[in-house]
Each structure stands twice: as structure tokens, then as C-alpha cells.
Nanobody, 134 residues
Framework: LVQLSESGGGSVEVGGSLRLSCLVS????????VAWFRQIPEKEREGVAA????????????QYGDSVNGRFTISGDDALKTVFLTMNGLKPEDAAMYYC???????????????????????WGQGTQVTVSS
């Protein structure tokens, strides 16, 4: 059973920082894709960042949405089976419900190419709210 548990949301002022955490259980962490999405009411869910937790020898293991590139960083702690989203320089438009997501684990066929497909994520956490005040 794949389960995702997010934490770390909260309220921050413009320009501030937050770090979100996503604990991935059910053997879905290793050699898989884990991503963060966000959604505000009446808008489609947006892919924010994704990470491939498999082969660590290459540099191409992450991708970012255009609106957060350069401000957000996605990383993983293999021992904790946790993926983090570090958000710096937060803007009012970053306020949203943030969701952690992953795919059915299939390490033999998973590469960063699979992780880049925002539509392929099918397991979701409950979400954590981020509020940015000016």
C-alpha cells in the first residue's frame, strides 16, 4: 500500500521560506518518481517539482515548473524515504495547497524521463496548505 504523508505547510511573509516534507511508504520511494504539485481553488493542479530517486550517478534527477525554477529545490533523503521541497523567495502567487505524489513503483523501467510526465502521477497525499502574506 503506497501512502504519502505531507507536512511543513504554514503561513509565511512574502520573501520568506518554508520546507515541505513528504514521507513515502509502501516501498514506493526507491527507484521511483516523487513530485510536488500545487492547486488553488478553481484552477488545475500544477506540477511544481519532481525527483527521480533511482540512479544517483547522473545530474539529471530533478525538474521544476517554470514559475518556481531557481527559487524551489526538491531533494530526497534515502534513509528517511522522505522528499523535501525547500521554498525560498515565496511570493503571494505561491500560496496554494501543496500535494506530494508518486507513481506505481517499477524500478526496472523507471528513469527521469518517466518522472517528467506530470500526468503519470497517480498516488496522492492529503496536502499541506501554504499561505503567503504581504
Amino acid at each position: 500500500l503506497v501512502q504519502l504523508s505531507e507536512s511543513g505547510g504554514g503561513s509565511v511573509e512574502v520573501g520568506g521560506s518554508l520546507r515541505l516534507s513528504c514521507l513515502v511508504s509502501g516501498d514506493a520511494y526507491e527507484g521511483n518518481c516523487v513530485a510536488w504539485f500545487r492547486q488553488i481553488p478553481e484552477k488545475e493542479r500544477e506540477g511544481v517539482a519532481a525527483i527521480y530517486t533511482g540512479d544517483r550517478s547522473g545530474d539529471d534527477r530533478t525538474q521544476y515548473g517554470d514559475s518556481v525554477n531557481g527559487r524551489f529545490t526538491i531533494s530526497g533523503d534515502d534513509a528517511l524515504k522522505t522528499v523535501f521541497l525547500t521554498m525560498n523567495g515565496l511570493k503571494p502567487e505561491d500560496a496554494a495547497m501543496y500535494y506530494c505524489a508518486t507513481m506505481p513503483p517499477f524500478p526496472a523501467a523507471t528513469t527521469m524521463r518517466r518522472c517528467r510526465n506530470w500526468l503519470a502521477y497517480s498516488y496522492w497525499g492529503q496536502g499541506t496548505q501554504v499561505t503567503v502574506s504581504s
